[in-house]
């Protein structure tokens, strides 16, 4: 191909004029492409484009009207340089997404005998409750209904498995010291708490909660490890405050994610709703809908964000948008409960597409082998070898 037929037939793929023909010369063009000095400048003049414009078309190529019944696999693909990107797009389009979700998907699971006979279910609702006095309550064992009672304040437990506090007399002040209870979801685990002041908490896995079984003065304080989902009751005269590690996500009434996992390089804040106050030291930001506040040693940094991705966990996906092996192994590790060990190279893949939650880790690793990334599972332990 020369030059100038290149270039044009970057034009009318960009512009949404290629025909599938020219669309299979393009992805060969690429794939035989290795880097020639007298193409680097125009190639990577365009790099950018074609990124954006592949990112543009999975996004439209994944959604799909209806769910599925099995697999519950939405799609999957990954892409190492804009060549193997165009590549995919062109030479697969939208048929590898159809083609996950179709019967050929379970017969070639079942051929991946090692990693089914270790299989490992995927994360459910488990957490335990601690109270003020010590004592723990397996949440997922309890009986439905009164699980607490404290002075006015009742802990029960509903029929579709989440915790509730009910304060009968809101406005008393409680003699003495606060009391506080901690809800602690393990790896593999998952829980829904509405607070006494009526705000809303989803707990992913390996995460916890710790807030007191009144909210009296003027303040609402919470501490979180790991990472949650909170929808605030709103409450003018007492601001709402999410404590974790040494930074604070302070509100009125809203609905915003915090992700504060220990083996992550910072703090998370995404805000769906309302406004939020990020602060961290002398240092403080505020964010709008849509955006996403990253703390860390350099500061607090405002980036805007799709909050779809961001609160995929809660909706019962894995969304990976561009996330590297690792990023994933660890969403993975954190809701099979399992160890990753490397194999010779880590690779530096990324990723693009959804996946359901509520599947077997076979399946999973199965999608992502698809992408020619092994894997194995061995007591508990997920295997990556390039």
């Known amino acids: 191909m020369q030059k100038h037929e290149f270039l044009k037939l970057i034009d009318k793929y960009l512009a949404g004029q290629a025909t599938a023909a020219e669309k299979k010369q393009l992805s060969v063009f690429f794939e035989s492409f290795q880097g020639d000095a007298e193409w680097d400048e125009k190639v990577l003049g365009v790099k950018q484009k074609l990124e954006d414009k592949m990112l543009a078309n999975i996004r439209q190529a994944i959604v799909q009207p209806e769910p599925i019944a099995q697999p519950k696999i939405v799609n999957l693909h990954r892409f190492r340089n804009v060549a193997a990107a165009v590549a995919a797009l062109a030479v697969m389009g939208t048929a590898v997404y159809h083609w996950i979700g179709k019967h050929q998907y379970p017969a070639q699971l079942a051929q991946n005998k090692a990693v089914v006979k270790h299989d490992v279910d995927p994360g459910d609702n488990r957490a335990v409750l601690t109270l003020a006095n010590g004592q723990k309550v397996i949440l997922d064992s309890a009986k439905i209904g009164l699980l607490n009672q404290s002075g006015d304040i009742s802990i029960n437990k509903t029929d579709d498995g989440q915790v509730v506090y009910t304060d009968a007399d809101k406005d008393h002040a409680p003699a003495g010291a606060l009391a506080y209870n901690t809800i602690s979801t393990p790896r593999g685990g998952q829980f829904h708490v509405v607070l006494p002041d009526g705000t809303t908490v989803f707990l992913n896995a390996a995460s916890s909660l710790k807030f007191p079984t009144t909210f009296s003065g003027n303040q609402r304080d ?53 406004a939020v106050k990020l602060i961290r030291g002398d240092v403080s930001n505020t964010l709008k809908p849509g955006q996403q506040g990253i703390i860390n040693d350099n500061g607090i940094k405002v980036i805007d964000v799709d909050t779809d991705e961001e609160l995929a966990w809660k909706n019962g996906l894995f969304n990976f948008n561009r996330s590297n092996i690792q990023d994933i192994m660890k969403e993975l590790s954190r809701w099979y409960d399992t160890e990753v060990v490397y194999e010779g190279k880590i690779p530096d893949d990324e990723f693009v597409g959804k996946i359901r939650r509520d599947v077997k880790l076979s399946q999973v690793l199965h999608i992502l082998e698809l992408s020619h990334v092994r894997f194995r599972i061995e007591n508990k332990k997920i295997i990556v070898a390039p």
Not at 244 to 270: E, M, P, W
């Open 222 to 274: 919470v501490e979180l490890t790991g990472e949650g989902y909170f929808e605030v009751a709103h409450n003018k005269a007492k601001p709402f405050t999410v404590q974790v590690k040494d930074a604070q996500v302070r509100v009125l009434g809203t609905h915003f994610n915090v992700s504060a996992y220990s083996d992550d390089k910072g703090i998370k804040a995404t805000l769906l709703e309302g």
